[in-house]
């Protein structure tokens, strides 16, 4: 299979079936207020994925780095 037909199979594809996304998750177990927070900030390119692990990780919300940054590409069942 050529570099050509691996990225249209992938397009073709959309986003792999798997677990759900940890991000996802618990956007949807948060106050009202944290949710909307959260969307916030995965939406502001001012604060990085680490920080946002971090300031979850400080509430007791074990998710990584990458784990942010796959839910704000986009690399997730949501979008």
Do not use: F, W, Y
């Amino acid at each position: 299979m050529s570099l050509a037909d691996a990225l249209k199979h992938q397009r073709e594809q959309g986003t792999r079936k798997g677990p759900e996304c940890r991000v996802c998750a618990l956007a949807r177990s948060l106050s009202e207020e944290d949710a909307a927070a959260l969307d916030a900030a995965m939406v502001d390119e001012s604060i990085t994925g680490a920080a946002i692990s971090r300031a979850l990780k400080n509430e007791g919300h074990e998710l990584s780095p990458v784990m942010v940054n796959r839910h704000r590409n986009g690399e997730c069942k949501r979008r």
